[in-house]
């Protein structure tokens, strides 16, 4: 998890490398920006390209199907992400419920009964166990460096 410091009214932020996009989008925005400055320089030579709008027409076009399929699967991914953590939640839940009421159960005629205390107990060391291998595994999902 990111921890946000709030000393001067959150200026550390813009200084921050961890969790931020710049560092993989300055490459491509350097490039674009020299693409950019090559094509300003070559105005003049390139002016009668650009007279009919039909050469924007395909760039337009890749680009625009580049950006959704792009998006499109991106959004595919997330949510096949996050449908799967909830299974792993959930067959959790389910593990840990089972070993609640499997303790809970009462034993055959002559055998030991448990006190409710002890079942107390080992509920609260159960749970406490199971949402912290929850927790640890989500810090590792999240590739989080503690």
């Known amino acids: 998890m990111i921890i946000y410091s709030k000393t001067l009214w959150g200026f550390p932020l813009l200084t921050r490398v961890y969790g931020s996009a710049l560092p993989r989008s300055f490459l491509p925005a350097l490039m674009s920006g020299l693409l950019t400055l090559a094509l300003l320089a070559l105005r003049e ?13 395909p760039l337009v076009l890749i680009a625009t199907f580049v950006l959704t399929f792009r998006s499109n699967y991106a959004y595919q991914r997330h949510w096949e992400a996050y449908t799967q953590m909830q299974n792993m939640t959930a067959r959790w839940l389910d593990a840990t419920v089972q070993a609640i009421m499997f303790d809970r159960h009462p034993q055959p005629p002559g055998g030991k009964q448990p006190s409710p205390a002890s079942h107390h107990q080992f509920v609260a060391e159960l749970v406490h166990l199971v949402s912290l291998m929850h927790a640890t595994c989500c810090a590792a999902l999240r590739r989080d460096p503690d």
């Open 45 to 57: 030579r390139m002016q009668h390209l650009w007279v009919h709008p039909y050469p924007y027409q």
